[in-house]
């Protein structure tokens, strides 16, 4: 089971900031990895898969990098609404056996 | 639009059993992947396991392999997912949500199933 580890646990960042959040794969996922902010009750949004491709109807100051292990969510001039958890989940395998990463939990600082 | 409707809360018992559905609207039920990802109290998402309904053969997370039956109904388009011998750690929220390339865009709006004496 290929492992998802997110960094850091919570991170604290003051609105107008930008925020960057880690995800790490025990092994490589090429660019199969998504990204989803998920508000209290709510289900998760998918914001970015293929690594960097935004989903539809998300906004420009989420972007996503990296490629095989490392990986990173970048949130420009954070807004108020951006304050949740988010995950990342890698869909490498096939047949499927997808894996999210613990979670990041963004903060007002 | 494409929409999933979940079936509502569910109050267990240890060592039962619980099927939740899932009704899909709005598209091609078909061709794509539904999956399954719970979420207990606190905690983080968790893969469970997947079908793609016009094969009908399902895939499942090494934690649930034995434990969990996913399965689907294209004649009302409908996927299920049923968890046997609960425990109280199974207490969580399940999602269903549909597959598109390995990511998933539309989510159900989950079900509680809570496991309590």
């Known amino acids: 089971e290929i492992v998802m580890t997110q960094s850091p646990a919570t991170l604290s960042v003051s609105p107008g900031k930008r925020a960057t959040l880690s995800c790490r794969a025990s092994?490589?996922?090429?660019?199969?990895l998504a990204w989803y902010q998920q508000k209290p009750g709510q289900a998760p949004r998918l914001l970015i898969y293929g690594a960097s491709t935004r989903a539809t109807g998300i906004s420009a100051r989420f972007s996503g990098s990296g490629s095989g292990t490392e990986f990173t969510l970048t949130i420009s001039s954070l807004q108020s609404e951006d304050f949740a958890l988010y995950y990342c989940q890698q869909y490498d395998n096939w047949p499927p056996m997808y894996t999210f990463g613990q979670g990041t939990k963004l903060e007002i600082k | 639009q494409v929409q999933l409707v979940q079936s509502g809360t569910e109050v267990k018992k240890p060592g039962s059993s619980v099927k939740v559905s899932c009704k899909a609207s709005g598209d091609t039920f078909s061709s794509y992947p539904m999956s399954w990802v719970r979420q207990a109290p606190g905690q983080g998402l968790e893969w469970m396991g997947g079908i793609i309904p016009i094969f009908g053969t399902a895939d499942y997370a090494q934690n649930f392999q034995g434990r969990v039956t996913i399965t689907a109904d294209e004649s009302t388009s409908t996927v299920y997912m049923e968890l046997s011998s609960l425990r109280s750690e199974d207490t969580a929220v399940y999602y269903c949500?549909?597959?598109?390339?390995?990511?998933?865009?539309?989510w159900g709006q989950g079900t509680l199933v809570t496991v309590s004496s």
């Open positions: 092994q490589s996922v090429s660019t199969n």
């Open positions: 949500a549909r597959g598109s390339g390995g990511w998933y865009v539309y």
